[in-house]
């Protein structure tokens, strides 16, 4: 079975940057797709990233775009997050996922991680 773990979140300020990694248990079948979302206290969870395990194709969600950066390196089996110009409004707890299909939508997701805590001072 499949397993995802978050590592690299802290408390920054405004305008600082910050990277997360994602960490797979294995490889994930050459179709899938891997994807950063976040959830901040009192709000639903939203769509950041995507990526996919083949290929280059990568999409944002347009409050960060510009902004952020996901890749993968598929031999070590992790996903990276590369967060720049941070705001207080990207403080939340992220999550690392994977689908089947290549979609912004939580639901169709059948693999999370437990989350990392990112906050955003001014």
């Known amino acids: 079975q499949l397993q995802l773990e978050e590592s690299g979140g802290g408390s920054v300020r405004d305008g600082d940057s910050l990277t997360l990694s994602c960490a797979a248990s294995?490889?994930?079948?050459?179709?899938?797709?891997q994807a950063w979302f976040r959830q901040a206290p009192g709000k639903e969870r939203e769509f950041v990233a995507l990526?996919?395990?083949?290929?280059?194709?990568?999409f944002y969600a347009d409050s960060v775009k510009g902004r952020f950066t996901i890749s993968r390196d598929n031999p070590k089996n992790v996903m990276y997050l590369q967060m720049s110009s941070l705001k207080v409004e990207d403080t939340a707890v992220y999550y690392c996922?994977?689908?089947?299909?290549?979609?912004?939508?939580?639901?169709?997701?059948?693999?999370w991680g437990p989350g990392t805590q990112v906050t955003v001072a001014s």
């Open positions: 996922a994977v689908a089947s299909e290549y979609t912004s939508n939580a639901a169709a997701y059948h693999t």
């Open positions: 294995a490889r994930a079948s050459s179709n899938t797709v």
């Open positions: 990526i996919r395990w083949r290929g280059y194709s990568a």
